[in-house]
Structures are given as C-alpha cells and as structure tokens.
C-alpha cells in the first residue's frame, strides 16, 4: 500500500538484556508505544517489537528483542544474541545486585553475540532517586572500563528512553 510502515531500507535486529524486573519490557513499551505498566508480568521467553528510524532520508526499521531475565525461561540465549548489531544492557539503579550481574551478561554477549555489536549500559529507574543503590558513577566507570556507552533512564518517568534507543541505533549505522 505504500504507507510509511511498510517501506523500508533496512532492518536491524537489536536485544534488551539484563537481570529480572530492571525494566527491559517497559523501556521496550516505553520507545516503541510511548506506554507504562506499573504492574507488568515477567517476559516469558522472548517478546519483539518494532520501531521506524529516519536516518537521513532513509527508514531503518528496528526489531528489537525483548528477552526473559528469569533465569528459568534463559536456556536458548545464543539465539537471542545471533545477528544482533545492537543491545541494551539494563540494570535497576535501586538493586545493586543487578549491576553486579551486568558483567555476566557482558561475557555471555560477548560470548554469543557479535564481535562489533553496539553496547549501550542502561542504569533505568533513575526516578527512584531515595532508593538508589548504584551511583550514576559506578555505571560511567563500569561502561568506561568495558568501552560501552552509558546512560541512566527512567521508563516510568520517560526520561533518556529515546535517548538510549537513538544512541545505540544512530551508532549501529
Ligand atoms: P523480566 O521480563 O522478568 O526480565 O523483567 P523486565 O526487565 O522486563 O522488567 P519489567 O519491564 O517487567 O518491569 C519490572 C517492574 O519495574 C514493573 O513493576 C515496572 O512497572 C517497574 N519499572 C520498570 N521501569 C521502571 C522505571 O523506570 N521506574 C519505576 N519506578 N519502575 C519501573
Ligand atoms: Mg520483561
């Protein structure tokens, strides 16, 4: 029909990753539905969304691959890495054993995922400032070590979602 949904010059594969309840799908809703939902039920598997990208007079569309932080729905994670150019790797600022975990999701996509993907380290709920546990520091630390963009974002708030989004896909092209 020729809408602006179906024409298309790329498609890109992207991943959401990082440890249960950090907020992967909500950031997801958030970028590609601009929704918030307080009382969101765990990913079971692997969901998908997709977004349009004007880049220059070109439309990238963004599939973008929401993974299950629970440990028991994780057995067949190299699928969810192949051919991914981009991921999201999410921790909750509120839980600092949530970052601790971010370096063994870095190894398994380093592992699993492709050489040259585009890493963007997302500390989210930044709008629950009384209940920080990880300063915006030992995020930007962390993401310089490991040579990783960083950003803190709020889902609920709607605060760097698009940001993060746009960094890690104006990177990929
Ligand atoms: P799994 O699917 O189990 O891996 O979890 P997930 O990372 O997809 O987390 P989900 O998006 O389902 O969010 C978990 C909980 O955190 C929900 O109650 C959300 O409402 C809440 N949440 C997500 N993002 C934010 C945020 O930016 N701020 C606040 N305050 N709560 C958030
Ligand atoms: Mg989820």
Redesign the pocket.
Known sequence: SGSFEEECDYLFKTVLI?D???????LLSRFAKDEF????K??IGVEFAYRNIKIGDKIAKAQIW?T???ERFRAITSSYYRGALGALL?YDITRRVTFENIRKWLQELREYGNRDMVIILVG??S??ADSREVEAEDGQSLAQLEDLCFME????ENLNVEDAFLQMITKIF
């Open positions: 990082g249960s309840a950090v907020g992967k799908s909500n939902h307080l009382d969101s765990p990913t929401d299950a932080g629970q999410v989210n709920k709008d629950l974002t709020s889902a609920k």
